[in-house]
T-cell receptor, first 114, second 112 residues
C-alpha cells in the first residue's frame, strides 16, 4: 500500500460527458502528479502540483484540468470526453523526507468512455 | 532533456540474476537516473536511483558506467513476482517543477 488513494477505481461514461477523478496523497506529501496510461501511449505525465500551486505541465489536453486543494488532495477534471480518453489515470505524490524523485503511485482510476 | 533507451523485452530464469540495460547518452552532469517497475496494471513502484556511484538497496543494484551514458539494473535473484515492466528514467525539469517521463520500458518475463 503506497498510501496514495484514488477514487473511483473504475468509471464508465459516454462521449461528451465530464468526470472528476480524485486523489488523496500520502500524509504530509505536498506534491501531487497526474499520469495517463493508455495502451498505445504508455505512461504520460500530465501535471504536477506543489502545495496548491501548479508546478509542471506535461501533455495535458485543454479539455483536462486539475487542482490541488488546501487539504492537499487533488482532482483531475476531464471534460468533453472522447473515446481516446479511455485510459488508466494514476496519481502520485512525493514530499519532504522522501528520496528525491521517489514518487508513490496510487492504484489508478480506470476510465472507459463509450 | 536526456532520453533513455531500453530493450522492449527480456527473459530471465527464476533464481538467476536479471540484468536490465539502459542507455542515457545525453544525460547531463547533475541528472539522476531512476528505475521504476510496474506490475501488470498496478501503479508504478520506485526501485532505486543513482547519480554516478553504484547503488544497492533491498530490491536491486544499480550500476552506472563511468561516463554515465548507460546503466544496468540488477535483480540478483529474480522471482516470478519480478515479472513486470521496468522503466529507466532521467528526471527532467518542467516549468518550475519536474517530471519523470516514463518511456516504453523493458518488459521482463521471469520464467520457472
Amino acid at each position: 500500500d503506497s498510501g496514495v488513494t484514488q477514487t473511483p477505481k473504475h468509471l464508465i461514461t459516454a462521449t461528451g460527458q465530464r468526470v472528476t477523478l480524485r486523489c488523496s496523497p500520502r500524509s504530509g506529501d505536498l506534491s501531487v502528479y497526474w499520469y495517463q496510461q493508455s495502451l498505445d501511449q504508455g505512461l504520460q505525465f500530465l501535471i504536477q502540483y506543489y502545495n496548491g500551486e501548479e508546478r509542471a505541465k506535461g501533455n495535458i489536453l485543454e479539455r483536462f484540468s486539475a487542482q490541488q486543494f488546501p487539504d492537499l488532495h487533488s482532482e483531475l477534471n476531464l471534460s468533453s470526453l472522447e473515446l481516446g480518453d479511455s485510459a488508466l489515470y494514476f496519481c502520485a505524490s512525493s514530499g519532504a523526507g522522501t528520496l528525491l524523485g521517489e514518487l508513490f503511485f496510487g492504484e489508478g482510476s480506470r476510465l472507459t468512455v463509450l | 532533456d536526456a532520453k533513455t533507451t531500453q530493450p522492449p523485452s527480456m527473459d530471465c530464469a527464476e533464481g538467476r540474476a536479471a540484468n536490465l540495460p539502459c542507455n542515457h547518452s545525453t544525460i547531463s552532469g547533475n541528472e539522476y537516473v531512476y528505475w521504476y517497475r510496474q506490475i501488470h496494471s498496478q501503479g508504478p513502484q520506485y526501485i532505486i536511483h543513482g547519480l554516478k556511484n553504484n547503488e544497492t538497496n533491498e530490491m536491486a543494484s544499480l550500476i552506472i558506467t563511468e561516463d554515465r551514458k548507460s546503466s544496468t539494473l540488477i535483480l540478483p535473484h529474480a522471482t516470478l513476482r519480478d515479472t513486470a515492466v521496468y522503466y529507466c528514467i532521467v528526471r527532467v525539469a518542467v516549468n518550475s517543477g519536474y517530471a519523470l517521463n516514463f518511456g516504453k520500458g523493458t518488459s521482463l518475463l521471469v520464467t520457472p
